[in-house]
C-alpha cells in the first residue's frame, strides 16, 4: 500500500511536470521562476503607471513604458494589451497627445486580438471611440463604441459596459440626440453607484450637465454641474473640478451674467494652468474671449482667442480647432463686425472641409489597419497550429499517465475503506462476544440461581420464600429480555437492516404510551417521569425509531436516578426541526466518560445502575445509529452528581 502511495506521488509529479513543461514552451524551472518575478514586476509598474495617469501624467508615462519594454523583452503577451491600452489612454485623454496615443491604441486591439482577451479587446474598442470623438469623427467613434458595448454587455462587465455608456452618451450628443445620449449617462451612472465608485458617478454627472447645457435646459444643467463639482472636490479630481466651473460659466454666460461667468471662466482656467490641462483651457480662453466681446472689450477677446486657437492647434484636436474658427465668427457678430465676421466664417468652412476630408481618410486607413491586423493573427494562428501538433503526442502520454494515476489511486481508495470496513466489523464482533460472554450471562445467572434455590425450598415443603425467589427470576428475565432486545436493535443498526419510515404521529399520544410503559418503574424505584409536550400539530417522524430512542434514553435515566429523583422530558419545535430533551438529576457524567461516549472505537465499561441493573453500554450506542438513520443529531450534557441532559434533534 505505501509503495503505490509513493507511485502516485510519483506519477502526479510527473504530470504536472509534463504539463507545466508543454505549457512553458520548453522554458527551465529558473526561467520560470524568473519570468514569474518579471511579470509581477510589469503588473506593479503598469498599476502605478495607471493610478498616476491624473496626479503625474508625465511619470505614468515612463512608468508605462518601463513595463511594456520588460513585458516584450521577456515575451510576456498576455500584459501587452493591457499596457499598451494604458499608455494609449495616457497620452489621450491625459496628455492630449493624439498623434502619440494611435499606434498604441492600435497595438492593444491587435494583441487583444492575439491574445483572445475579451475585456482588453472591448476596453481597445472604446478607447478607439474615445480617440475619433476627440478628433471629430463621429461615424468611427460611434462604431467603435457599439463594439466596446456589445463586448461588455456579452461578457456582464459592469465597469466596462459604464465606460461605453458613457462613451455612446458622448456620440449620441454630437449628433444632437440629446434624450438618447441622457438615457446612456444615466445608465452608465446607475452602474457606477452600483460599483460605489464616486469619480465615475462624478464624470458622469458632468456629462449630464453638458448635455442639458447643450439641450438649453439652463437651470437643470446649473444643477448637475454643482452636484459634479462637489463630488469631484471630495475625489481631489481638479481636472473634472476645472470642467465643472468652466460649464458653470457656460450657464452664466448663456443667462447674460457676464461678471459671474467672467469669475468662473478665470478660476477654471487656473485650476487647468496649474495642471497643464491645456484641453480645459481652449474652452475657458473661447469663454473669456465671448465675456470680453459683450463688454467691448475687442483686443482682449480677440487675444483670448488666438490662445484658444494656438493651443487647440497643438493638440491638434479638430473639433476644438472648429470650435475656435466659430468662436471667432460669434465675436465679430457681438462686436458688430459683419466684414471680419464673413472672413471668420470663410476661414470656419474651409477648416471644416479639409477636416472633413481627413475623416474619409482616417475611414480608409482604418479599413487598412483592419486588414493588416487580419492578416497578422492569420499568420499567428498558423504557427499555432504547428505547435498544437507538436504537443499533441505529449498531450496524449499525459492523459494517459493521469488514467493509470486515478486507477492506482481508485484501488489505494478501495483497499483503504474495505480494511476500515474489516476493522468496524471486528470491533463489532468483539463488543457482540463481551456482551454475550459477559453481560447477558448475567441474567442467566440469576435465573438458574434463584430457579434452582426455588426448587430446592419447593422439595422441602418451604413456601415462605416463593414469592420473593420468583419476583427476583422475573426481574432477571425483564433484564435478559432488555439486553437480548437491545442486542438485536444494536446489530441490526450495525448491519443496515433498520429503515427509515417516517409517518405523521403526535407527540401527546406518543408520549402516553411511555408513561403507560414506565408506570411500574416508576413506582418500583419510585421516581418521577414528566412529560412537556409543547408540539400542538403532528409532525412526520418514524414511531419505531424515535420509540426506541426514547425508551432507551428514559431507562438509562432511571437507571443512574436516585429515589425520590424526577425525569423530564421537553418536546419543542421550531420551523423545520424538532427537540427532545430527557433530563435527569441523577449521577451524572465525569468528563472522561462524555468524551467517549458516542465513540464506538473507544471500549466504555457500562457502570451499575443505583438499583443493582446491568447493562452492555449498548443503549446509548443504539440511538446514537437511530437519530443518525433518522437524520438528526445527539448531544448531551452532564455533570458529575448533578445529573445529565440527552438532547436528541431531527427534522419534522
Not at 498599476?47 to 516584450?72: F, H, V, Y
Not at 422441602?460 to 437480548?484: P, R, V, W
Not at 465525569?590 to 473507544?602: G, M, Q, V
Request: one cysteine or more.
Amino acid at each position: 500500500m505505501i509503495r503505490s502511495r509513493y507511485f502516485i506521488i510519483l506519477i502526479i509529479f510527473v504530470f504536472i511536470t509534463t504539463v507545466t513543461f508543454a505549457q512553458s514552451g520548453g522554458k527551465t524551472v529558473s526561467e520560470l521562476f524568473s519570468e514569474v518575478e518579471i511579470s509581477k514586476k510589469v503588473r506593479l509598474l503598469g498599476d502605478k503607471c495607471w493610478s498616476l495617469r491624473e496626479i503625474n501624467s508625465d511619470s505614468a508615462i515612463i512608468l508605462g513604458q518601463q513595463a511594456l519594454q520588460l513585458a516584450i523583452q521577456y515575451d510576456i503577451k498576455k500584459e501587452l494589451p493591457r499596457l499598451y491600452g494604458f499608455i494609449g489612454v495616457v497620452q489621450l485623454h491625459y496628455l492630449y497627445k493624439t498623434k502619440e496615443s494611435i499606434p498604441y491604441l492600435h497595438r492593444a486591439l491587435e494583441y487583444s486580438l492575439q491574445q483572445k482577451d475579451s475585456v482588453q479587446l472591448a476596453y481597445s474598442y472604446n478607447n478607439l471611440g474615445d480617440l475619433y470623438l476627440l478628433t471629430g469623427n463621429i461615424p468611427l467613434a460611434l462604431k467603435f463604441s457599439e463594439y466596446s458595448l456589445q463586448i461588455f454587455t456579452i461578457l456582464n462587465h459592469d465597469a466596462g459596459k459604464s465606460y461605453a455608456y458613457v462613451n455612446m452618451g458622448l456620440v449620441y450628443r454630437e449628433k444632437k440626440d440629446f434624450d438618447l445620449a441622457l438615457e446612456y449617462f444615466e445608465k452608465a451612472k446607475s452602474l457606477w453607484k452600483e460599483l460605489g465608485d464616486e469619480l465615475g458617478m462624478g464624470s458622469v454627472t458632468l456629462e449630464i450637465a453638458r448635455t442639458y447645457e447643450a439641450k438649453g435646459d439652463h437651470d437643470i444643467a446649473m444643477k448637475y454641474y454643482q452636484q459634479s463639482f462637489q463630488k469631484s472636490l471630495g475625489s481631489s479630481n481638479v481636472r473634472y473640478a476645472a470642467f465643472c466651473l468652466s460649464g458653470m460659466a457656460n450657464i452664466f454666460y448663456l443667462k447674460s451674467e457676464y461678471d459671474k461667468a467672467f469669475e468662473y471662466y478665470q478660476k477654471a482656467l487656473k485650476l487647468n494652468q496649474e495642471r497643464r490641462h491645456n484641453f480645459g483651457m481652449v474652452d475657458d480662453y473661447i469663454g473669456l474671449a465671448l465675456v470680453y466681446a459683450h463688454k467691448n472689450e475687442r483686443a482682449e477677446a480677440e487675444l483670448a482667442l488666438h490662445k484658444a486657437l494656438g493651443v487647440a492647434s497643438k493638440l491638434g484636436l479638430n473639433s476644438k480647432i472648429l470650435k475656435t474658427y466659430r468662436a471667432f465668427v460669434e465675436l465679430y457678430q457681438i462686436v458688430d463686425d459683419q466684414s471680419n465676421a464673413m472672413v471668420s466664417y470663410d476661414r470656419f468652412s474651409l477648416v471644416y472641409d479639409s477636416i472633413f476630408s481627413i475623416q474619409q481618410f482616417e475611414i480608409i486607413e482604418e479599413m487598412q489597419n483592419r486588414f493588416t491586423i487580419r492578416q497578422t493573427l492569420s499568420e499567428t494562428e498558423q504557427e499555432l497550429a504547428s505547435r498544437k501538433f507538436q504537443e499533441l503526442y505529449l498531450v496524449i502520454i499525459i492523459i494517459l499517465m493521469l488514467i493509470i494515476a486515478v486507477i492506482l489511486y481508485w484501488r489505494y481508495q478501495s483497499q483503504r475503506k474495505l480494511n476500515l470496513k474489516l476493522a468496524e466489523i471486528n470491533r463489532t464482533k468483539d463488543k457482540l462476544f463481551s456482551v454475550i460472554s459477559h453481560d447477558l450471562k448475567n441474567p442467566f445467572n440469576s435465573l438458574i440461581g434463584f430457579s434452582e434455590l426455588l426448587m430446592e425450598e419447593s422439595r422441602e415443603g418451604d413456601y415462605q420464600n416463593t414469592e420473593k425467589f420468583a419476583g427476583y427470576i422475573h426481574q432477571s428475565s425483564l433484564e435478559g429480555m432488555k439486553l437480548l432486545t437491545n442486542l438485536l436493535d444494536w446489530s441490526r443498526s450495525q448491519t443496515g437492516a433498520i429503515s427509515f419510515y417516517p409517518t405523521s404521529i403526535s407527540f401527546d399520544q406518543l408520549f402516553d404510551e411511555l408513561n403507560s410503559f414506565f408506570e411500574s418503574e416508576q413506582q418500583q424505584y419510585k421516581v418521577k417521569i414528566e412529560f412537556n409536550n409543547l408540539i400542538e400539530q403532528k409532525v412526520m417522524a418514524d414511531p419505531d425509531i424515535l420509540r426506541t430512542i426514547l425508551i432507551n434514553l428514559i431507562s438509562n435515566a432511571i437507571k443512574y436516578t436516585y429515589e425520590g429523583g424526577l425525569i423530564r422530558l421537553d418536546a419543542t419545535k421550531t420551523n423545520s426541526h424538532v427537540n427532545i430533551k430527557v433530563k435527569d438529576n441523577g449521577t451524572g457524567m465525569s468528563p472522561d466518560i462524555l468524551n467517549r461516549l458516542f465513540d464506538n472505537s473507544k471500549t466504555i465499561n457500562s457502570t451499575q445502575g443505583l438499583h443493582n441493573e446491568q447493562g452492555t453500554g449498548l443503549g446509548l450506542s443504539i440511538c446514537f445509529e437511530l437519530i443518525r438513520i433518522h437524520k438528526g443529531t445527539i448531544k448531551v450534557k452532564s455533570e458529575l452528581g448533578k445529573g445529565s441532559t440527552f438532547e436528541i434533534e431531527f427534522p419534522g
